[in-house]
């Protein structure tokens, strides 16, 4: 995953992890613990959490189900009686990751012969029973719809027994588990609105990773957004593989529940809560979705859509279901009903067959849709998809490097440009807390996702909004003063 601002570096060696929903690069292998764990436990848990937000959303149910068997968490791998990793397949560089932490973890429990290890997510699922074979330190493989059984698995394992469960469900949404907020920041915040994916994009492992999209309980949603709402927060993100096929049955009337209608319902827990969404398909994104965002200031004007490959035929062959021209007419919406609205994107270059020509395409998507910003690959081919069965991996790996440094270079212009055109704007930020570089200053997002530092003043804390004027850029972030 490359972001606006990319360095050499980041293209000869592609990111040790996947995204599915874009979630900062900062974050990747985060180690997640709870500021004030219970005293009650007498157990610890360390946990570490690769790939998409997704995943970072699941390792909080986890967490949730280890605290609700008497383990509370820790930074401290040393001192864990417990380590999960909860892992991502989506590039092969993500899987070699995982083995090398692995091997880090190995050096603990050398120290600690009762230590057990545990593995999570889509590694988990794709590699199953394998995974005990492979790596012998590994005692635990759970699949990400089998986390209630966690607590079952580790007191097996602490008997001894190693143990496997990747059974995927076509109903588990984890709907009533309450997530642990682990390493929040107490003001944004996560809700997984729906699992797996039905799309069979063929380069893609998700659908065999996450198995059969489904729908979590509207009912069940709002009333996160709400208890997250009364906890301080100010933003909620809704995550699914597919938002916009998102679709839910109310149990009495038997109405359906669109996408659109559960922003509505999310949107209306309080005008001070950010609703954010991700990740928006073109085929399925809807009009009705659009004027949803128009019509909430506090529904952000910010939409991921991912479009690929800007070639009609390699997104045939990426078993897309939608064409260039498909695409363009979605992008237009976007900017007709929201105006100001920011749009992101997800890219793959050298997939199976692409020509030079095709890639050209590619290269002027991303100029004439005015990305933001995007999450640029090249393909990494895996195992079982249906590209891996179908297609040859005929593109040399510097051809691949080459195009992808050729399509983050015009990102980088295009996002540049954009910052430009924000100059002396005024927008609204939640502010989340310090910028990177300095105590002295804070970072936060406006309305279209892009990050803005600008000096502390005071009375402004921490998840309050303020009014901040741009007054100077890079192609990465906006910087500026907060106005009163
Ligand atoms: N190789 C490279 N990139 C991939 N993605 C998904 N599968 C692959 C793959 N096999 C990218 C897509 C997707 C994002 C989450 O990861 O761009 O949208
Ligand atoms: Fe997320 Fe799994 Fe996809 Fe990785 S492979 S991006 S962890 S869903």
Known sequence: MYNNNPTIEDIRDELKTGHNTPLSEDRQGEVLSLENPSEAATKKFYIESYGCAMNFSDTEIVASVMASSGY????????????????????????KNVRQRL????????HKPGLV???????AERLKSKFLDEEKIVDIVVGP?????LPGLVAGAEEGNKGVNVLLSREET??????????????TAFISIMRGCDNMCSFCVVPFTRGRERSRSAFTIVAEAQDLFDKGYKEVMLLGQNVDSYKWQHPENEENVSFAELLALVADVHPD????????HPKDMTDDVLHTVAKYENICNYIHLPVQSGSSRVLQLMNRTYDKEWYKERVESIYRIIPDCAISSDIITGFCTETEEEHQETIEMVT???????????YSERPGTLAARKYEDDIPLEVKKRRLAEIVDVQQEESLKSNQRDLGKTF???????SKKSELQFKGRNDQNKVIVFPKLDGFEPGDYCHVHVDEITSATLKGNIVK
Request: glycine share 6%; aromatic share 10%; proline share 1%.
């Open 368 to 378: 004439w849709a005015k990305y933001t910003m995007s999450y640029m690959f090249y």
């Open 273 to 280: 809560l950010r609703v954010r969404f991700s990740t928006s």
């Open 428 to 434: 609204k930020v939640l502010i989340e807390g310090n």
């Open 117 to 123: 290890i545990g593995v999570l997510g889509c590694m």
């Open 72 to 95: 509370a968490s820790t930074r401290i791998m040393e001192e864990s009686d417990l380590i999960l990793i909860n892992t991502c397949s989506i590039r092969e560089k993500a899987e």
């Open 174 to 187: 984890y709907a009533d588990i309450s997530p642990l907020r682990l390493g929040s920041n107490g003001i």
């Open 145 to 149: 719809d089998a986390y209630r059984d």
């Open 103 to 110: 091997s880090v973890f190995n050096k603990v429990k050398k």
